[in-house]
């Protein structure tokens, strides 16, 4: 799932990287301690569906309808999908300078893509995710442009 910024940076090639936690709020390894190089992920983001028509909020489209979140995303609605290069574990507070950049952080005013990284990992995981240096899974991937569904086997 990415926010509507994220989105953005997927399309413009900006975002090439995500970061998502190695051990769940329940104390559980999550999901993404599982990933491999070569997994293909369909993106989740926010949308309307009308049908079989899907708007997708991070184009700023307006308008009527209720707005779901990319949780609720349904796989055939998705238009772009992650191919994995690579995977490897870290801390959220190893990230570099040129891996913040990765992760579609451009710099916007003072400070580094590091600190626009810190900032937006804190709003994400809670105050204190950054000093508690969550365990991380790091996903380097290419953004296709395709729904998963389409791509061949």
Not at 11 to 22: C, P, Y
Not at 42 to 59: A, K
Not at 123 to 140: F, Y
Request: charged share 20%.
């Amino acid at each position: 799932m990415f926010t509507p910024a994220m989105v953005q940076a997927l399309m413009t090639g900006l975002k090439t990287q995500t970061r998502r936690r190695a051990i769940g709020k329940t104390g559980k390894p999550t999901m993404w301690t599982r990933a491999v190089a070569g997994d293909r992920l369909w993106v989740r983001e926010s949308h309307r569906i009308d049908g079989t028509n899907v708007t997708y909020r991070s184009v700023g489209e307006s308008g009527p309808g209720r707005w779901r979140p990319g949780l609720h995303m349904p796989r055939w609605a998705s238009r772009m999908t992650l191919l994995v290069n690579a995977v490897r574990h870290e801390t959220a507070q190893q990230i570099s300078e040129a891996d913040a950049r990765a992760e579609g952080m451009a710099i916007r005013g003072p400070g580094g893509a590091r600190d626009l990284f810190r900032d937006q990992w804190t709003e994400m995981h809670g105050a204190t995710a950054w000093a508690d240096d969550l365990a991380v899974i790091v996903l380097a991937f290419t953004v296709v442009n395709t729904n998963v569904d389409a791509l061949p086997a």
